[in-house]
Structures are given as structure tokens and as C-alpha cells.
């Protein structure tokens, strides 16, 4: 089945900097790639997903590339704030399956 | 985006009771749900999948009788833990996938999640 493996698991960066989280899967035919932040005691929240028709896509300060040939997506934000911090989770599914496999999550702090 | 909400939130209940918990989805129609659980600072683990009008697809280890799940329409499945223990308190957090008509986005999106303590 399925794997996706997570890096890092935590990250600390400064106010502004850049944040990249990558991700791995092993399954050559996954499709969809979202990325979901989850604050402490809260559900997670979908902040970007890509297709695997797609290389790249962005949504402000926030993008997420697609390597299908490597089988490794990222997460990229740029212009980091405090808000920013969470935990981040990447997954992918695979073409006819229902459920998403999730990655082990990156815990991503912004210092003011 | 869209929304799923959860209900309730938090619930302490004593050793050997039932507890449901609600998720509906808001502003779609969700064929798919799914429930997952967490432990603190841990990744999602997948209890169960359950599709509108038929029965959940329980994961691995995963007791169905204990944790019962029902997805009687498009926009709401209960969780169900019963006869709860010490052991099942955890964070509980639904999924549904916008997926029942042409033209949705197939996206996934989560409930707030509901705390249980169980005393």
C-alpha cells in the first residue's frame, strides 16, 4: 500500500524567513497531494492541495510543488509569521482509493 | 471552504457509558466520511471509512462493535463508542469528502474534532 514519509518532523524558523516541508510517497499512482495545518486542539485545515496533473500551485504566500517522477511533493511558505506555527500534515491518495494516507507531521515554529 | 462541523466538542463521561458523536457536513454533500483519532502529537490514524447508506469499513484493529458508526444521509454519520473506557479517551475527528456530485471538488476537509475523557 501507500506510504508517505514526512521531513522534518520539527522546524524553527525566524519571522520572514522561509519554511520548506517535503514529503515522499511510494505509490506511483497516488493523484492528490493536499496539505493540511492543525493547531492545538483543532481539527486539521486544508490550506492548499495539488492534482497530479498539475507541477506546481500557489495560493499566496503558500505553494506546493510536484515531483511525479521523484514521488516527492513539498510544502513551501514564504513570508513566515507566528500564526504560521502548527503542526503540518502532508498525504496522498491513491487513483481509486478512498482514503487519504497521511505523513507524520511537522511541527513548525515562527519566532517573532 | 467548506465546512464540517462536530458535536459536541468535549465530553467526559463515566467508565462503561455510550457516547455519540455528530458530523455533518455543512455546505456540501459528503458520500464519503470517514473518523479518525489522534493521540497527542501524533499523526491521524484512520479508525474507519463509511459511505452514505451502506456499512463502515473498519481499519485494522479497530473494534466495530465498540465503535459503532452510522452515515444514514449526505450530510451526517455518528460515531458511537460504547461502553467506553479510560483507554478510549482520545481526540476524535471526523472527515468528509466532497464527492457526491458532478462538479465537486473531491477535496477532503475535517471536523474541529471532539475531545473525550472518560473517567
Known amino acids: 500500500g501507500e506510504n508517505v514519509e514526512q521531513h522534518p518532523s520539527t522546524l524553527s524558523v525566524q519571522e520572514g524567513d522561509s519554511a520548506v516541508i517535503k514529503c515522499t510517497y511510494s505509490d506511483s499512482a497516488s493523484n492528490y497531494f493536499p496539505w493540511y495545518k492543525q493547531e492545538l486542539g483543532k481539527g486539521p485545515q486544508l490550506i492548499i492541495d495539488?492534482?497530479?496533473?498539475?507541477g506546481e500551485k500557489k495560493d499566496q504566500r503558500i505553494a506546493v510543488t510536484l515531483n511525479k517522477t521523484a514521488k516527492h511533493f513539498s510544502l513551501h511558505i514564504t513570508e513566515t509569521q507566528p500564526e504560521d506555527s502548527a503542526v503540518y500534515f502532508c498525504a496522498a491518495r491513491v487513483t481509486g482509493f478512498q482514503k487519504l494516507v497521511f505523513g507524520t507531521g511537522t511541527r513548525l515554529l515562527v519566532s517573532p | 471552504g467548506a465546512v464540517v462541523s462536530q458535536h459536541p466538542s468535549w465530553v467526559i463521561c463515566k467508565s462503561g457509558t455510550s457516547v455519540k458523536i455528530e458530523c455533518r457536513s455543512l455546505d456540501f454533500q459528503a458520500t464519503t466520511m470517514f473518523w479518525y483519532r489522534q493521540f497527542p502529537k501524533q499523526s491521524l490514524m484512520l479508525m474507519a471509512t463509511s459511505n452514505e447508506g451502506s456499512k463502515a469499513t473498519y481499519e485494522q484493529g479497530v473494534e466495530k462493535d465498540k465503535f459503532l458508526i452510522n452515515h444514514a444521509s449526505l450530510t451526517l454519520s455518528t460515531l458511537t463508542v460504547t461502553s467506553a473506557h479510560p483507554e478510549d479517551s482520545s481526540f476524535y475527528i471526523c472527515?468528509?469528502?466532497?464527492?457526491?456530485?458532478?462538479?465537486?471538488?473531491?477535496?477532503?476537509?475535517f471536523g474541529p474534532g471532539t475531545r473525550l475523557t472518560v473517567l
Open positions: 495539488i492534482r497530479s496533473n498539475v
Open positions: 472527515s468528509a469528502r466532497d464527492n457526491w456530485a458532478g462538479g465537486s471538488t473531491d477535496t477532503q476537509y
